[in-house]
């Protein structure tokens, strides 16, 4: 086996795993508190990436236009949460189902006439873009740089979370929504709060992939999938959970990408094998899902109702 490249594989299934939680954290905090499900939350991930962009064009610095962009989508968040989501909390899940899905055309539609149809690139500073070398192996910085700053954000959630008295209510707000309501919470500060917080995270995961892969127009349409996949596992409403499911994800969709043929190859021929092996891989990350709600349905790591 060649060692360094199963290692790179880590590297690599450990950074998808990272934006799998950006983006499920907020999602997971949104089902779980708000019982709303929102399909248009991976389009606050192509709207973090296109931000980011025109803040560097304007200022010239990508650490700043972070920090700017990542400020931009939250206003976003509790504008549409606002305006949009806010009317939808009483009616049932088709219908939030449907509403959703018209704004992932709506926010498309914006983009094309904002920013255009070509796709933005994203340059990354001089600091950023070079190799960090561990012996013989060579991995890109801003791979790393992706990781930590992940690693942070989810000790970040965990010290808001748990130590805070905002994260007491997040807590309490996904286990049981009436006591807290009942308890003269204000609850639609809380959802607007919540809401905009995720929105904010999701955008955070468009802004550090943008570099590699840049922004384009329905970019974050195909991860929400994988994002609600990774919800579903961990348990709705665990941010904890999000972030295991996360990584289990993420690791078992790369490196089945990687080894599964091979693996496949003791069993069949190498024909076989080739052919069958991107589809099982494709499908991996599903039949995971299948198995939980089976075996486990409020996920592996449900929050706690006591």
Known sequence: MDWALLLTQLVNGLQ???????????????????????????????????????????????????????????????????????????????????????????????????????????????VLAG??????????????????????????????????????????GASNRTMVSALGVNINRLYWIVFALGAALAGLAGMLIAPITQASIGMGNQIIIVALVVVIVGGIGSVQGAFYAAMIIGMIDTLGRSYLDDFMKLFMSAQDAETAAPAI??????????????????????????
């Not at 990508?62 to 206003?75: M, N, Q, Y």
């Not at 790393?144 to 807590?171: D, N, P």
């Not at 198995?291 to 349905?297: F, I």
């Not at 996920?299 to 706690?304: D, N, T």
């Open 131 to 172: 190799q960090f070398h561990i012996g013989s192996l060579v991995f890109a910085s801003y791979r790393l740089v992706i990781i930590s700053t992940g690693l942070a954000v989810a000790v970040g959630l965990y010290v808001l979370i748990v130590k805070t008295r905002l994260g007491m209510l997040i807590r309490a």
């Open 16 to 126: 998808y795993g990272i934006l799998l939680f950006l983006l499920a954290s907020g999602l997971t905090l949104v089902f779980g508190i708000m019982d709303f499900i929102n399909l248009a939350h991976g389009s606050f991930y192509m709207i973090g990436a296109y931000f980011c962009a025109t803040f560097i064009q304007l200022t010239g610095s990508f650490f700043l236009s972070v920090v700017a962009a990542f400020g931009g989508v939250f206003i976003v968040g509790l504008v549409i949460e606002q305006l949009i989501v806010r009317r939808l909390y009483v009616y049932d899940h088709l219908s939030q189902v449907l509403v959703t899905v018209g704004l992932i055309y709506i926010f498309d539609t914006a983009v094309q006439l904002i920013w255009g149809v070509t796709g933005r690139a994203i340059p990354l500073p001089e």
């Open 281 to 306: 891989s494709a499908m991996l990350i599903y039949i995971i899902m299948a198995l939980v709600l089976v075996m486990r349905p409020e996920g592996l790591f449900p929050p706690r109702t006591t």
